[in-house]
């Protein structure tokens, strides 16, 4: 059974850092494109960052450029988003997901096949 497991989320102030990690168990994923997206209370889900399948190609979105940094260790089947200089805006749920790609062009959610339960993130200011 394949299971994406997220962990790392927490309540936190504006400026600090946080790491996310996803760990998948019940196959491998190393040759599969791997993304986080987000929700926020009240809004869709937007996409945040991907990686492609040998992690030597990211895409993060506009919103977390220059704070945010996608990164995956196939060896462990995890994948993290490190979050620098967290701003209250980027409080929400955050989730990983697998794409059915090895690209790193995966934008949307439903490039995706597999979702984790998410792991939700709060920014005071």
């Known amino acids: 059974q394949v299971q994406l497991v997220e962990s790392g989320g927490g309540l936190v102030q504006a400026g600090d850092s946080l790491r996310l990690s996803c760990a998948a168990s019940?196959?491998?994923?190393?040759?599969?494109?791997m993304g986080w997206f987000r929700q926020a209370p009240g809004k869709e889900r937007e996409f945040v960052a991907v990686i492609n399948s040998s992690g030597g190609r990211t895409y993060h979105a506009n919103s977390v450029k220059g704070r945010f940094t996608i990164s995956r260790d196939n060896a462990k089947n995890t994948v993290y988003l490190q979050m620098n200089n967290l701003k209250p805006e980027d409080t929400a749920v955050y989730y990983c997901?697998?794409?059915?790609?090895?690209?790193?062009?995966?934008?949307?959610?439903?490039?995706?096949?597999?979702w984790g339960q998410g792991t939700r993130v709060t920014v005071s200011s």
């Open positions: 019940g196959r491998s994923f190393s040759g599969y494109a």
């Open positions: 997901a697998v794409s059915r790609y090895f690209g790193g062009d995966s934008y949307r959610l439903d490039e995706y096949d597999y």
